[in-house]
């Protein structure tokens, strides 16, 4: 018997291989499951990806998000509605035409009786005047201007205005976030290309110690059982490579998923992960957030609107003037081009003023609403400042914890892959047994993953304390 295959050393421990297979394969189910929710939510891909080069930058890849993200492209079309918005509230400061036209029928014709009289040697009989049509046809054309209405249509147009500087932080909101996004599944595959060149090495360390167990074996310096280690170390070494593999698959099709390319796409990223010192403090890094964070900007705008709607609720106490000229033309046929009683065209002008004075302190009631209302978002603010300080301040301890511990790592390598080369020469000259190997193999396996652990963990708290600084 030269060696034992992964078949056997499955059934030498069939628990094992029955919780490992269920566990691989309910990851890759929701892996799949996953994949499949987001080409859902992003929709149909693009068919111009052939265009998009096969290596892309951590820049180029956030600009090109930017510029296919179906989330950025309702945003903007937000900005278009509100710009709509403005200058919808904009025209009621213009005058207003106006066409009307109006057919009246009279069940009888309009009539004046006119009583008899006694003129002295005569008497006069009662008589009837005809004075209107039955049919009535009548055209007006008003024009309308509004001259006071209490600064309503002036707050009208701010606080439209005010909506659309909401509506462009929403947009820079929104570019911060789906930055971030793409930063974390850049570093994402990054890192499982690590996990996976770690996994290559190892598979290739340990089946170097096969090969020389083998030999070892074969002229009887060692056991069997002792090889028969170093073989099932060599299946499950295997194993972790195919997950390793699976996992850089999945990181990439995540990635092309933002990007609404192809899952399939082998995309190419440089290999940027690496440290670069971060010198803010932390006091700094918390100031620039309440100056640059999109979310204090846009509950500041939401204040103003809560200000202009208080004005706005006052114009109700005042009254409303209205300049009003009118060009009519009547007659008793549809071309209203007079009648015997009627002249064919006229025109009038009319200066009114409407004041509701008393609504049982309705108007009263509206201002004292949006008072509240603007206290409570005065109190969001406070809020959102406290939330803003504390995220910024998770991410920089994040950031200092793994820059701790890409310094540990780096000695611990340096220390695993000593201990590794001896151990190797400690087996060749059979002073130690392949048990000693193989645990040194795996000291070095998990020093370097943590290695490339530390620099994700690290870049990635980059990330997210640049997105809590309101940056990408």
């Known amino acids: 018997m030269k060696g034992l295959d992964n078949s056997k050393d499955n059934r030498s421990n069939p628990r094992t291989l029955e919780s490992s297979k269920s566990k691989f394969f309910l990851k890759r189910w929701l892996s799949q499951a996953a994949l499949f929710w987001m080409v859902f939510y992003l929709g149909p891909l693009p068919v111009w990806s052939e265009t998009v080069p096969r290596i892309l930058s951590m820049e180029e890849s956030i600009q090109l998000a930017f510029k296919v993200s179906p989330v950025l492209k309702a945003a903007q079309e937000t900005i278009r509605a509100a710009e709509m918005k403005k200058k919808q509230t904009q025209t009621g400061f213009l005058p207003k035409l106006t066409a009307q036209y109006n057919y009246t029928y009279i069940d009888k014709a309009q009539f004046f009786t006119m009583p008899g009289q006694d003129l002295g040697l005569t008497q006069t009989s009662e008589s009837t005047v005809t004075i209107g049509t039955q049919n009535n046809y009548a055209l007006y054309l008003t024009l309308e201007q509004p001259i006071f209405t209490g600064l309503a249509l002036t707050r009208s147009f701010e606080l439209a205005g005010l909506g659309l500087e909401v ?32 996994a290559e090495q190892t598979v290739q360390q340990i089946a170097d110690h096969v090969r020389v167990a083998k030999n070892f074996h074969e002229v009887g310096l060692i056991p069997l059982n002792d090889l028969l280690k170093s073989e099932v170390q060599l299946a499950d070494a295997r194993q972790n490579l195919v997950r390793a593999e699976n996992s850089v698959l999945l990181a990439q099709s995540n990635f092309n998923a933002l990007l609404r390319l192809p899952l399939e796409r082998e995309t190419e990223v440089p290999d940027i992960l690496k440290y670069q010192s971060f010198p803010e403090t932390l006091e700094n890094s918390q100031r620039q957030a309440l100056q640059k964070r999109a979310e204090i900007k846009e509950i500041e705008t939401q204040i103003d609107i809560a200000g202009k709607n208080i004005q706005l609720a006052h114009s109700e106490y005042y009254p409303q003037v209205v300049l009003q000229g009118r060009y009519i033309k009547q007659g008793d046929t ?5 009648s015997p009683f009627v002249k064919s065209d006229n025109w009038d002008v009319t200066a009114a003023l409407k004041w509701t004075f008393w609504e049982w302190g309705r108007t009263h009631f509206l201002i004292q609403e949006r008072i509240n209302q603007r206290r409570q978002v005065k109190e969001a603010l406070t809020q959102i400042k406290d939330l803003i300080q504390l995220e910024v301040k ?12 890409i310094g540990v790592a780096e000695k611990t390598i340096e220390q695993a892959e000593e201990n590794f080369r ?46 809590a600084m309101g940056s990408w």
């Open 422 to 467: 001896v151990s190797q020469l400690r087996y060749r000259e059979q002073i130690t047994t392949s048990l000693e190997v193989l645990d040194a193999q795996t000291l070095l396996a998990q020093a370097k993953n943590n290695l490339y652990q530390a620099l994700y963990a690290y870049n990635l708290a980059q990330s997210r304390l640049a997105r």
């Open 334 to 338: 549809p071309s209203v081009s007079g």
């Open 394 to 405: 998770e991410a920089y301890l994040s950031l200092r914890e793994a820059e701790k511990n």
């Open 167 to 198: 509506s462009r932080i929403k947009f820079e909101q929104e570019k911060v976030s789906l930055a971030y996004k793409v930063k974390e599944a850049y570093w994402n595959i990054l890192r499982s290309q690590k996990i996976r060149s770690i």
